[in-house]
């Protein structure tokens, strides 16, 4: 064999192994945010009142502060596995990737971990301050304040990146055909939800995580990437 065609073959054998591994990659990794996101947003809806202006009911407990804590501790372990999920889809759709939704797929999916990572911030450093008996516990108004904004970044600005993030996922799907059909149109429900439905209840959040962990546990029992 000409040394030219060695040295191809060799590339092809050290590349081979990671390709078939990247759909098990993407698989864990949506797996492990779907997971740790869930148990995230459901401790922090159960511990914490739905009305902001009874923001600091909850601090007396210190079950629901705990489990508060808890919650906000499991965010930043969602959002590396969430970036893994995005490198490994993307490398899974491979050479079929269109540079228009790839953009958008890749800025709504840093938007959603960066305003989920401010709201968890902001909620916990009013978990912290509460906690400390040194400052002294924040006031009522600050608590309701802090309450709200944390509330709209997630319900609000993260919940509607996390819509654009699966339309852009269910639109490079259809075009590449690595996303089943059943997926697609579960994905455009959840989608449309989370763009207008997600303000009458907080427990439709759930849609998201709900949607990866489908969209994972296909990747896993699926085939080869698209590209």
Known sequence: MPPGRR???RRDQVGSPATLRTPRAAA??????ALLMATSLILLRLSTPADPGRAGEWLSDSGR?????VGLNLVPFAGLAFLWFIGVVRDRIGRLEDRFFATVFLGSGL???????????LAGGLLGAAASHASGAPGADTLALGRSTSSLLLNVYAMRMAAVFTLT?????RQTRFIKRWLCLAGLVAA???LVGVGFSAWLELLFPAWILALSIDILAGGRPAG
């Open 7 to 9: 040295i191809a073959a």
């Open 169 to 173: 996922t269910v639109t490079i799907g």
């Open 65 to 69: 502060r705990k489990a508060v804590s």
């Open 192 to 194: 449309a939800v989370l």
């Open 28 to 33: 864990a990794a949506g797996i492990a945010f």
């Open 111 to 121: 938007l959603f971990i960066a305003m989920f990572f401010a709201a968890a911030a």
